[in-house]
């Protein structure tokens, strides 16, 4: 059997069906339900759902406990959490695309709606290609954990404020060679007709950065995830629930998100700390259950010392 249909052969193939006809279901009830007007999402919607998808991953978190065990069951809930706070990056990456390019709020879920199934099929393709890579190529995981650590190293180091220019962004420059661009959105459009010609909108443009940008991401949510679990099944699983969250947490972090100051310093760290785990497992065992309690712990750290500690004022 090829290795890659090796690694989804672990679980048999109604469980498979079953979470993508339910993942399915559900972003059809959002969109053609709850989301078929565009409007301004408001925090208490943002809440709601937030609080709907956390509860249906911590849900469907237990079932894995139940079914497959402890092991599997802290797993899952440890890698939904390292992917939920890796996350929070995206949200200020889509923070600053939608203030460049002027959208509106009222039409910035349809776009992060389309982009996070995008997310979606990107890490089932780059999780199943890993989790296949490492049953082959076992050395594969300490390449994973030395990039883990220099990503955290540079994540915890001050760093200039981030810009988002498109004119840099490869896949938007390929895309305006071969396809004309309206000089205006249309009513939240992605494609339009202008001066009778089939063009795409710059709502298009907006919705190809953020898949763009999602690839940069995924590269260090993939080793971050491996490094927990080497079951697709909980791997992958784990990574969709945190990604359809994803939508729900930009709206109810936009406008908070400087009360936030110590979180990336406790994902830098955390970051650090799975890239060990993953280059000392030869000779150090660190089990799951520590694992999330570090997760956990450090998380909690950095969300009290945000809450705690009062920004320092800038001298006049």
Same mark, same amino acid.
Request: overall charge neutral; aromatic content about 14%.
């Given at each position: 059997?090829?290795?890659?249909?090796?690694v989804?052969?672990?679980?048999?193939?109604?469980?498979?069906g079953?979470?993508?006809?339910?993942?399915?279901?559900?972003?059809?009830?959002?969109?053609?339900?709850?989301?078929r007007?565009?409007h301004?999402?408001?925090?208490?919607?943002?809440?709601?759902?937030?609080?709907?998808?956390?509860t249906?991953?911590?849900?469907?978190?237990?079932?894995?406990w139940?079914?497959?065990?402890?092991?599997?069951?802290?797993?899952?809930?440890?890698?939904y959490?390292?992917?939920?706070?890796?996350?929070?990056?995206?949200?200020?990456v889509?923070?600053?695309?939608?203030?460049?390019?002027?959208?509106?709020?009222?039409?910035?879920h349809?776009?992060?709606?389309?982009?996070?199934?995008?997310?979606?099929?990107?890490?089932?393709?780059?999780?199943?290609?890993?989790?296949?890579?490492?049953?082959r190529f076992?050395?594969?995981?300490?390449?994973?954990g030395?990039?883990?650590?220099? #990503?955290? $190293?540079?994540?915890? *180091?001050? !760093?200039?404020? /981030?810009?988002?220019?498109?004119?840099?962004?490869?896949? +938007?420059? =390929?895309?305006?060679?071969?396809?004309?661009?309206?000089?205006?959105?249309?009513q939240?459009?992605?494609?339009?007709?202008?001066?009778?010609?089939r063009?795409?909108?710059p709502?298009?443009?907006?919705?190809?950065?953020?898949?763009? #940008?999602? $690839?940069?991401?995924a *590269?260090? !949510?993939?080793? /971050?995830?491996?490094?927990?679990?080497?079951?697709?099944? +909980?791997? =992958?699983?784990?990574?969709?629930?945190?990604?359809?969250g994803?939508?729900?947490?930009?709206?109810?972090?936009?406008?908070?998100?400087?009360?936030?100051?110590?979180?990336?310093?406790g994902?830098?760290?955390?970051?650090?700390?799975?890239?060990?785990?993953?280059?000392?497992?030869?000779?150090?065992?660190?089990?799951?259950?520590?694992?999330l309690?570090?997760?956990?712990?450090?998380?909690?750290t950095?969300?009290?010392?945000s809450?705690?500690?009062?920004?320092?004022?800038e001298?006049k």
């Amino acid at each position: 059997m090829p290795p890659l249909l090796a690694v989804i052969d672990t679980m048999p193939p109604w469980a498979w069906g079953a979470f993508f006809l339910f993942i399915t279901a559900m972003l059809a009830l959002d969109l053609g339900v709850f989301q078929r007007d565009s409007h301004v999402v408001s925090m208490k919607e943002a809440l709601g759902w937030c609080a709907v998808w956390g509860t249906l991953a911590l849900t469907f978190g237990g079932m894995v406990w139940w079914w497959r065990g402890p092991e599997l069951g802290q797993q899952f809930l440890a890698s939904y959490l390292i992917e939920l706070c890796l996350s929070v990056d995206n949200v200020f990456v889509f923070i600053l695309v939608f203030a460049y390019f002027k959208v509106e709020p009222r039409y910035q879920h349809r776009v992060l709606f389309w982009g996070i199934i995008g997310a979606v099929v990107m890490r089932a393709v780059f999780i199943l290609v890993g989790v296949s890579v490492i049953a082959r190529f076992h050395w594969v995981l300490y390449i994973f954990g030395a990039f883990l650590v220099y #990503t955290g $190293v540079k994540m915890a *180091l001050p !760093s200039e404020d /981030a810009e988002v220019d498109p004119e840099h962004n490869a896949a +938007v420059r =390929l895309f305006r060679r071969f396809f004309p661009v309206a000089p205006k959105n249309d009513q939240g459009n992605f494609f339009t007709h202008h001066d009778g010609r089939r063009m795409a909108t710059p709502m298009f443009i907006v919705l190809l950065v953020i898949e763009t #940008t999602d $690839v940069v991401f995924a *590269l260090d !949510s993939l080793p /971050a995830v491996l490094a927990i679990t080497k079951d697709s099944f +909980v791997a =992958l699983t784990s990574n969709i629930f945190a990604i359809l969250g994803l939508r729900s947490l930009y709206f109810a972090l936009s406008g908070i998100m400087q009360l936030f100051r110590f979180l990336k310093i406790g994902l830098a760290v955390i970051l650090c700390f799975i890239g060990a785990k993953m280059l000392l497992e030869p000779w150090v065992e660190i089990s799951t259950t520590t694992s999330l309690g570090v997760i956990g712990g450090v998380l909690t750290t950095a969300v009290l010392m945000s809450a705690l500690i009062p920004p320092l004022r800038e001298k006049k």
